[in-house]
Every structure is written in C-alpha cells, then in structure tokens.
C-alpha cells in the first residue's frame, strides 16, 4: 500500500475525531453556564422587626455597681419543688361525719320513741343511751338529736326534718 492512501483516511478520521469533539465540548460547556436565578430579598420582614417596640427592661441587664452585690449565689443547688410553708397550727381535732340518718319517730301511750339508722340496722335512741362505744345520745329535740363522739369528747347534732 502507498503511503499517500494512509494518510488520506486518517486525515479524514482526525477531522472527524476533532469535529465531533468540538461538538461535544460545546454541548457540556453551554450546560456549565450558571442559570441565573431569581433571589427574593425580604427587607420589610427585617425592618418590621426592627420596628416593634423591645419587652426588656434594659435597666435590669445593666451591671451593678460595686457597692451592690449580687442576691444570689449562682452555684447553688435549684430546686423545683414548690416552695415550703412554715409549720402551721394544726387544726382542731374534728369528730367523723355521724354514721346515722334519721329514720322516724313513734309516740305510742304519749311515750314517743326515735329512730335512726346506721348502714341497714335501726336503732332506737333515748337521751343518755350509748351507740355501741362511740357514741352516746345526750338530747333529742323537735329540731334536733344531740350525741357526743366519745373517743373525743366532741358534740355532735343530726337535724331532723320537719
């Protein structure tokens, strides 16, 4: 073969080697191009802010002067348990709410009779009758039974209904 043949066909390869290169690089650098965006800046935001009047006491953020020294020990030990009161008087004793409810009365021969119930059992009461070794009945009235709460030595009255 000559050697004029071979050079021929590359010739022709290399331009086409360097034209498809030139297209390829062509196409990848128009894709480099930065697109240009569009940045929205919100100025009013920051200046509305700016605008609105502070909640802080400026005064307060202010350091103290030498002679003022400080209420409180910033090592110590916090708690977030409420607060505790001082010891208060302790309340009078109080007697329980009376276990009885008024059931009725009875006047049979011009001698009248009172009941009360405790839980499912009735009992009659008379002035002076003890009510098992808490309680003792000490008057009953039209308006009222006066007992006394025994352990305590407290008075105690159930009103009775009209």
Known sequence: MSLSLLKRPLA?????????????????????KPAIELVETRP???????????????????????????????????????????????????????????????????????????GDELISVAPGRKIGAQYRVDSIGEQAIAFTYLPMKLKQSMELPN
Request: aromatic letters at 6%; proline letters at 9%.
């Open 12 to 32: 022709r390869r290399a331009a086409l080697a360097i034209v498809a290169l030139a297209a390829a690089a062509g196409a990848v650098t128009g894709r480099e």
């Open 44 to 118: 009013a935001r920051i200046e509305a802010a700016a605008a609105a009047p502070l909640d802080i006491d400026l005064d307060k953020l202010r350091s103290r002067g030498e002679g003022e020294a400080l209420q409180r020990d910033p090592f110590a030990r916090l708690s977030f348990a409420p607060p505790q009161q001082a010891a208060a008087v302790p309340a009078a004793p109080a007697a329980p709410p009376l276990p009885f409810r008024y059931f009725g009365r009875l006047t049979e021969n011009g001698k009248t009779e009172v009941f009360v119930m405790r």
